[in-house]
């Protein structure tokens, strides 16, 4: 029998994602099936206000498409999730400052959708989210310990450890992309410091130093205003410059990424964003760099595998956080499915 589509949302939630080019929403339920999920541009040089509208309009369309009436939201949905790229604090539900939402100082975003929406409302930093969402529905089903990046414009992500999203003392911990791979090295635009793994392996920086080679005159078929899939395709055509791009850019991430397998011990390191478009040509050699450089117990234990949210891992994610964190035990607990054999 075929259920309505506002029977099938009882007990879902609502979730949001605020990134700083793209807003995402959807109706998640607790086996991760999202019922809707749309998105529209940030457009964050307009400021938060127009922004913020965007999104909560967004997310009454999100209900809109799930068959849920957003009169009837808190009769029928458990609550609302929201992941938003820090810092943040998510104890009070408060986007601090984050870089890439220009104006966004101190603004209170989950009382904000908890007053829009009628739903009780949790914020938590975009890779806290996405690890936890990869974690309960996604590459990390059935481990107790995983780590999350997300290679894109930047690098973010987060940590389950023992079976717990960690979030570390101020509610931003788990910061990969800011673990210093070279400390005299370039700048890196996210956080101002010198040699940061997003410095050197992030999707903004390929492309950035393929445009400065291409100045400097060296030989090459990349264009001017290479792109990291420009670099990722002429790599894989042998043009010896977006080769050498390619090769520094794995050997810097799985340099990054073999200190945070020697410091959690994971199961899976998941692995996510634009850049892992690439697939194996980035996850094989960032493994063959992992395998030999990582203390041998640790090695032997981590699977380096692509993350399976895809497009829409920041809206399962919100999700996750939400099934995680609102009060409802039945909805905290892991779902059987996900349990190790």
Known sequence: ??????????????????????????????DGEALSFVTCPTDAADGPDASLARLFDLGKHALDRAGVDPGDAPEQLTGCGIGCGGPLDPERG??????????????PLARLAESTFGLPAVLDNDGTAGAAGEWRFGAG?????????????????????????????????GEPGHITVRSDGRPC??????????????????????REAVTRGEPTSLPADATAADVSRE??????????????TTTLLGQGLTSIVNLYEPEVAVLGGGVTRAGEQLLDPVRRTVTRLAMGPAAR????????????????????????RLPDRDLRRVPEAAAPN
């Open 235 to 248: 790599a894989r055509a042998g043009d010896p410059l977006a080769v050498r791009l390619w090769d520094e």
């Open 1 to 30: 029998m075929t259920h309505p589509p506002h029977d099938r949302a009882r007990g879902a939630v609502l979730a949001l994602d605020v990134g700083g080019t793209k807003l995402a929403a959807g109706v998640v339920r607790p």
């Open 301 to 324: 234990a981590v699977r380096i595998v692509r993350a399976a949210n895809g497009d829409r891992a920041g809206v399962l994610g919100a999700a996750a956080i939400a099934f995680e």
């Open 189 to 210: 635009h996210g956080c101002g410091r010198a040699g940061c793994l997003e410095a050197y392996a992030s999707g903004t920086s390929l492309g950035e130093r393929a």
């Open 94 to 107: 408060v986007v601090l400052c984050p870089p890439h939402l220009p104006g966004w100082i101190d603004v």
């Open 141 to 173: 089903r059935g481990t107790r310990h995983l780590v999350y990046l997300t290679i894109s414009t930047g690098i973010g992500g987060g940590f389950v450890v023992d079976g717990r999203t960690y979030r570390g003392a101020a509610g931003n911990g």
